[in-house]
């Protein structure tokens, strides 16, 4: 499949980098501290990670750094914490020079950081490639009923909600598998997320005052900017997966001018891999249809009615779960001796409608009043806005 071309820049939330030595001119080794750790029971020392470290100590967010010995190279992971006030922009093109700027204040240097040597030498292990999109503030909960609703749990990817610590309603969901193969899109509301991090992390602030110590944001900037989006935050954390989302390498290291510049849309990418358009519309056409057309379709058909009788009793042992339906009639039904065979595209359309008719009744019955009638308009104002990035 090929990559669509982004229509802004790409930011970053979160990147894990190896720097090489000789960009860090004049490192101020008063702000490292050694790090060696002893062993309980003789109390000889012994080298962290079987390597020694020099770790930068500094009061500034967003920023984990430490020389290590014999290897050229900081290991660094940076997040847009280090932005403060422009922490919603993400790390990226416009922002990589405030990154240096404040890496230097953090007490890593005394000495400017050449950003051109930096970009182009900086080696990229991890990155959380993160966009904020639009939708309506009032009902956030609505869009992630839709993903929910909708999504096809196929072998390729699986969808969950996470529910927060503090609240009882779902505060967002992750689509994919927690695999190093097949990396995680996370959709969420970031209000939402710092409501129940921080009331932990720093239970004796309010929710102003800790926001603003976390993110660097004033409490209304950052409610400003976050109340009417949705954050949508893709992990990569596998090198290959890394260059094939990111460049046009066959071979190589992916350097962090690669990722800043890159044009390719790597969630979109990611979200067709996990998303199987053709189910998702099967389950949209019966989702809309009315109660009686539904009644009409399982029992009108020979091969519907058949496919219902059959369906029934795994659709609501596994609550609607289409991934460990379509499993058992596998087996049940497409066992041969050398193994499984493929289910039928008929049995496997009608699995995706009445499971995504049995998810839609569970949503009715838990929502009550705050229930949605326009779910699959939502799911569809994602998926667009997501191919827009």
Known sequence: MKHSQLQTDNQFDTLRLHIPENVITAPKWENFQFIQTYNTATGASTKTKSVTEHKLVTEHKG???????????????????????????????????????????????????????????????????????????????????????????????????????????????????????????TIYNKIDEARSLLKKKYPLLNIADSVEKEYGMKYDEFNSYFADRLRVELRVNDFNKLRKLYTNK???????????????NAILYQWRQFVSDKQSQTAIKFIDMSMEDKKNYKLKGFNSYANWQALKEWVNTFEGDEKLVKE????????????????????????????????????????????TSNLTERYKEIDKKISKL
């Open 328 to 371: 058992k009639i596998q087996k049940i039904f497409y066992t041969t001796p050398t193994g499984y065979k493929k289910i039928s595209p008929t049995v496997a359309n009608d699995i995706t409608r009445f499971c995504s008719e049995y998810r839609l009744n569970k949503q009715k019955s838990k929502r009550g009043e705050l229930f």
């Open 63 to 185: 920023i984990d750094l430490a020389y290590i010995d014999g290897k050229g190279y900081y290991d660094c992971t940076i997040s847009a914490k280090l932005l403060r006030d422009e922490y919603h922009k993400g790390i990226g093109a416009n922002t990589i020079a405030r990154v240096g700027t404040e890496l230097i204040s953090a007490g890593l240097s005394d000495v400017d950081i050449d950003m051109s040597e930096f970009i182009q030498h900086t080696k990229v292990l991890r990155a959380d490639n993160t966009f904020n999109i639009k939708v309506d503030e009032n009902d956030i909960q609505s869009y992630y009923d839709s993903l929910e609703l909708v999504i096809s749990q196929g072998k390729r990817g699986k969808i969950q909600t996470y529910d927060s610590q503090f609240t009882e309603t779902c505060n967002g969901v992750v689509v994919g598998k927690d695999t190093r193969k097949l990396q995680k899109i």
């Open 250 to 264: 066959s071979r190589g290291e992916v350097m962090l001018e690669d990722l800043l510049f890159s044009k390719n």
